[in-house]
C-alpha cells in the first residue's frame, strides 16, 4: 500500500515486547512526520499542524524520560496508562492580539473578562465540565481523606468561571457535538441544560434559540460492491475447482 515509503511506517507494524520498544517506534515516526511536515512547502513552522505536532513530541519526550529512568513503566499496559495521563491531556495554546479580532481563550483564562460577544465550542458533557477525568496517579478515596480536592471541586471552579463569563455578555454562541459514538459522546454539557430550563424564569428578556448545524459539504462515498467480472481466467479457476 506504501510502496518505497513502507520503511517510513514499519515500526507501526513491528511488536512491542515492553514499553521501551514502544517508545522507540513512536518515538520514530514522530521523527519522519516532523521531517515530512518541514520538507513540504505548504506546511511551515507556523502551520497549525506543525503546532499541534511539536506539543506532541514535547509531552511524549516526558513519556520516554519516564519510562527510560523508572523500571515502573516496562509493560505496555503501563505505558499506556502513562501515554493516557500525559499526552492525552496535552493542549496547544494559541495567542492573538490582545486588543482586537477574536481571541481563542481557554476558561480559566477568561477570569475577570467581560466580553460583548462569546462562542462557547464543544460544550459537551466530559468536556465543558470534564467531569470524573483527573490526572493524578492518587485515587480518589485516598484524596478525600486527606483533604485534597475532588472532581467535584474542580468542576465547580469551571462552572463559576461558565457562568461568570456570560455575565455581561449580549450575544452568546453555544456549541456542541450531537454525534453519539461508541465511547457515548454526544450528550450536552449540563450546563446548556440548566440555561434552557431555568434561565427564562430569572429574566424574561433573554431569548434562547436552538438550531441544529447542517453542513453541505459531504465525503465522496466509496461503493462497498464487489463485483467479480466473469471471463476466461475466471471461470478455469471454477472449473478446476469443481473437478
Not at 499541534?52 to 519516564?66: A, C, E, G, H
Request: with cysteine; glycine share 4%; charged share 25%.
Amino acid at each position: 500500500m506504501f510502496a518505497e515509503d513502507y520503511e517510513k511506517i514499519i515500526h507501526l507494524f513491528s511488536p512491542w515486547s515492553g514499553a521501551k520498544e514502544a517508545v522507540f517506534s513512536l518515538s520514530e515516526i514522530l521523527n519522519k512526520v516532523k521531517e515530512y511536515h518541514l520538507s513540504t512547502e505548504l506546511n511551515n513552522y507556523k502551520s497549525i499542524e506543525l503546532e499541534y505536532l511539536q506539543v506532541l513530541i514535547k509531552n511524549f519526550n516526558r513519556v520516554s524520560d519516564f519510562v527510560n529512568d523508572y523500571k515502573y513503566f516496562e509493560t505496555l499496559k503501563s505505558f499506556k496508562i502513562l501515554f493516557n495521563q500525559i499526552v492525552g491531556s496535552c493542549s496547544a495554546a494559541f495567542i492573538g492580539e490582545p486588543l482586537r479580532g477574536l481571541q481563542i481563550m481557554g476558561v480559566l483564562e477568561t477570569r475577570t473578562l467581560d466580553f460583548e460577544n462569546v462562542i462557547f465550542v464543544s460544550v459537551n458533557e466530559g468536556v465543558l465540565p470534564s467531569g470524573k477525568s483527573q490526572n493524578s496517579f492518587i485515587p480518589n478515596d485516598l484524596k478525600r481523606y486527606c483533604g485534597l480536592p475532588l472532581y467535584a471541586d474542580k468542576d465547580a471552579i469551571y462552572a463559576y468561571h461558565f457562568y461568570r463569563l456570560l455575565q455581561r455578555a449580549k450575544n452568546i454562541f453555544i456549541t456542541y457535538d450531537t454525534e453519539t459514538d461508541t465511547f457515548g459522546k454526544g450528550e450536552k454539557s449540563r450546563f446548556v441544560s440548566q440555561l434552557q430550563l431555568e434561565m427564562a424564569a430569572y429574566n424574561q428578556n433573554i431569548n434562547i434559540k436552538e438550531s441544529i448545524g447542517v453542513g453541505t459539504i459531504t465525503a465522496n462515498k466509496t461503493s462497498s460492491v464487489i463485483a467479480i467480472p466473469k471471463n476466461t481466467e475466471s471461470l478455469e479457476r471454477i472449473y478446476k475447482r469443481r473437478h
